[in-house]
């Protein structure tokens, strides 16, 4: 059973960072893309950013690009987003998905549970 746990939401002023993690359990993450996505309230689901297995390839939404970076260490199967410079527009639960493919794809199959991210002062 594929399971995606994501950690290091949390409260945050204006301009602070985050650590976000994903860890995975039931398969080998060290095969496979993450995305990463979040909800606001009231808003849609967003894709805000895709690592592929090995780390070297790596893509953001505008609305986050220069501010939030992915990283992999597949060494400690685990798999992060650093967010910098946040905003309160940053404000959302933020999830990692895989679709058990080594690239990013455009539909995935597996989701965590979601951790939040509030952006105040």
């Known amino acids: 059973q594929v399971q995606l746990v994501e950690s290091g939401g949390g409260l945050v002023q204006p301009g602070g960072s985050l650590r976000l993690s994903c860890a995975a359990s039931g398969i080998d993450p060290d095969y496979y893309a993450i995305g990463w996505f979040r909800q606001a309230p009231g808003k849609e689901r967003e894709e805000i950013s895709c690592?592929?297995?090995?780390?070297?390839?790596?893509k953001y939404a505008d609305s986050v690009k220069g501010r939030f970076t992915a990283s992999r260490d597949n060494d400690k199967d685990m798999v992060w987003l650093q967010l910098n410079s946040l905003q309160a527009e940053d404000t959302a639960v933020y999830y990692c998905a895989t679709g058990l493919t080594s690239w990013c794809p455009k539909s995935f199959r597996y989701w965590g549970q979601g951790t939040q991210v509030t952006v105040s002062s």
């Open positions: 690592i592929d297995s090995s780390g070297d390839y790596t």
